[in-house]
């Protein structure tokens, strides 16, 4: 009896999540359809006027906002191939957030944000090869590409953006991030042999355009002008990049106990629902249908593209109720890295991709000259638990066109070791990750021993759940 009511309570609580809004990582997995405008804007549009990035004291929405943008700007500081000059750069692995793209939900009866997705190279934010990229672009069809990925557009091109189209921010943030890696890896480092070949690069993309067309982006500043022979692109069909290791029936129960807190912390937040109840009276629409509707994903795309707000005859959407949503899903990032669920979910979600990592790392380090720069093009919903399984706490939520990168370092001279670093966004986050936290013997904190990494991924990381395997961990044991 006590199971049977169990059971009925799991199975109404999921209906009930599966009904109401989650909060933005989780989402992309459900597919909505766009929804037409029906002219319910209004004249008296707002504009957003964002502030200097400046940083602020507490937590503030709209700079936490702003950086999730990632405008393009200047370039960063980035801290990426920094090292003694006697160690030698070997490979690099880049896990990549695709870049600025239009919502994947639409709030009803509102006008969808006008942005254009076509690329022109003379529209702000614009890049020196935005030019030479689309052209490149258009020479494509020589590449090899794992089945369904041959057949999706190499760029955005559409006037007015599909739902979840990359835009031209969404390439020039990428065009920038190859750029800087170029500078550093290719040029600085001579990571890849002049003459190099489609075996020195290993390349995965989810299937959606806008992870490929970031990938591409990101490969076109790296290697200007490629032969599209020798680019060869995978296609994952997981957005935890989890291959033929997928099946985990413990990874899915910590995803369950991890929304079961998402929802009793947003019901907890008055704030919030007066927030959502007064959009959905503005709008029109049952509270319950506007706050499934996933607002603040399309509110973040107007907010990105300095767009005013929809209106209606009953007024408008404001910077006050963005407000409150954003700092509600601060302040839910902020319990998630304090529960323990998320991390547990992430030690399984991300151990596949860590492994894979690992073991080209070991190959090179072998003496094995292939696979020397790794891309996977990905989703917030798979750096998120990377981030979260390496036990870099303080890590803000991918922003687009966010990457993670692996460097991997063979000291020359003394130890004849391998090392690797850690970078999130340009910073040097090696030593925040849990297997090298207390490790500082060697090189004043800048480097990491590889085998503190390898163990950690073959076996430490399972250690939460009492196993040193995998599969162990996976199976489901009675709660
Ligand atoms: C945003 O729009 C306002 C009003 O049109 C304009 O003054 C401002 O410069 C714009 N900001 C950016 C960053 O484009
Ligand atoms: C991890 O890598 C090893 C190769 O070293 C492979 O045999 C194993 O299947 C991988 N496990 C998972 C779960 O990916
Ligand atoms: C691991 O073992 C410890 C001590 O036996 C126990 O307290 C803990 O609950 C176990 N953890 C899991 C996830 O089974």
């Known amino acids: 009896m006590f199971f049977r009511n169990r059971f009925l309570f799991l199975l109404a609580l999921a209906a009930l999540l599966a009904f109401l809004s989650l909060s933005l990582q989780f989402l992309h997995l459900i597919p909505v359809n766009p929804i037409k405008d029906d002219g319910l804007h209004s004249k008296n549009r707002k504009r957003i006027m964002p502030n200097p990035l400046t940083e602020p004291p507490a937590i503030d929405p709209i700079y936490e906002a702003q950086f999730y943008c990632n405008v393009p700007s200047i370039p960063e500081r980035s801290m990426e191939g920094h090292a003694p000059h006697y160690f030698k750069l070997i490979s690099v692995h880049v896990l990549i957030r695709h870049g600025d793209r239009y919502p994947l939900y639409a709030i009803p009866r509102t006008k969808r944000p006008d942005i254009d997705c076509t690329l022109l190279p003379n529209r702000k934010p614009s890049h020196p090869l935005l030019e030479a990229f689309i052209s490149h672009m258009s020479k494509g069809s020589e590449a090899q590409m794992d089945g369904s990925l041959s057949s999706v557009p190499r760029y955005p091109s559409h006037s007015l953006c599909e739902m979840g189209e990359l835009t031209q921010t969404g390439i020039v943030q990428h065009l920038q991030n190859g750029q800087l890696l170029r500078d550093i890896y290719i040029k600085k480092h001579s990571l890849l042999p002049t003459d190099w070949t489609s075996k020195h690069l290993y390349l995965e993309t989810t299937g959606k355009s806008r992870t490929l067309q970031s990938g591409l982006a990101l490969l076109y500043s790296f290697l200007p002008e490629f032969d599209w022979k020798k680019i060869n692109v995978r296609n994952q069909w997981s957005t935890i990049f989890c291959s033929g290791h997928c099946e985990c029936q413990r990874r899915n129960h910590y ?170 966004n340009g910073v040097d986050v090696t030593f925040q990750t849990s297997f090298c936290r207390d490790f500082d013997k060697y090189f004043g904190k800048m480097m990491c021993p590889l085998e503190k990494f390898v163990n950690f991924v073959k076996q430490d990381m399972f250690s939460p759940f009492n196993t040193t395997s995998y599969y162990e961990a996976c199976r489901r044991r009675p709660f």
């Not at 994903?297 to 593209?305: A, N, T």
């Not at 303080?394 to 020359?412: C, I, N, T």
């Open 255 to 424: 995803l369950e106990e991890e929304q079961r807190r998402q929802y009793s912390l947003r019901v907890k937040n008055i704030d919030l629902e007066k927030t959502y109840a007064d959009m959905a009276r503005i709008v029109g629409i049952p509270t319950r249908q506007l706050r499934a509707s996933n607002p603040i994903d399309s509110m973040l795309c107007h907010f990105c593209h300095n767009a005013s707000f929809p209106c209606t005859k009953n007024g408008c959407i404001a910077i006050e109720h963005f407000k409150v949503i954003k700092k509600h899903q601060l302040e839910d990032e902020k319990e998630r890295q304090k529960k323990k669920y998320y991390y547990l979910y992430a030690l399984l979600a991300t151990h596949p991709i860590l492994n894979q990592t690992v073991n080209r790392m070991l190959r090179i380090a072998e003496g094995k000259k292939e696979e020397l720069f790794v891309l996977y093009s990905a989703h917030d919903v798979t750096l998120s638990p990377v981030l979260s399984a390496l036990g870099i706490t303080g890590a803000k939520f991918p922003r687009f066109a966010a990457r993670l990168v692996f460097e991997l370092w063979r000291d020359e001279k003394k130890y004849k070791k391998n090392f690797i670093r850690i970078l999130y």
